[in-house]
């Protein structure tokens, strides 16, 4: 019981560094709906950024749970620790490069070019 304690002790510990990106991706998703009628592309395109955003959080501490857990019971996976987090950090980096890309894209949507009015 108390490895299974231990464990859920290390996710919440991981948890607790990603609350403020969580808290600042709930924020971005109800400002997304509420402007849902002023920019409907754009919100939408920051509303899939920040769900992607807020499962990713919640998310990848538990995987890194998962590996370390695989790598303290010697479960046999065929690959290396390294390679289980290097793997990990992957697909971390990938969920963060679409929720960025995600943003730009709905900073950039809808947006008119300047005219500029001769002098």
Known sequence: MTSNTTYLTDYLR???????????????????????????????????????GIVAGIAMPGVYVLVSYMVRNGTDTNMSTSTLYSIANIVWN?????????????????????????Q
């Not at 991706?25 to 395109?45: E, H, P, T, Y």
């Not at 730009?104 to 949507?109: G, Q």
């Open 14 to 52: 991981m948890l607790a560094y990603q609350i403020a990106p969580i808290i600042l991706f709930i924020v971005g998703f109800i400002l997304s709906l509420v402007k849902w009628s002023r920019c409907r592309s754009a919100s939408l395109f920051c509303l899939l950024g920040c769900v992607i």
């Open 94 to 118: 990938v969920l963060h490069l679409a929720t960025l890309s995600l943003f730009m894209v709905a900073i950039f949507l809808g947006r008119s070019p300047k005219t500029v009015s001769p």
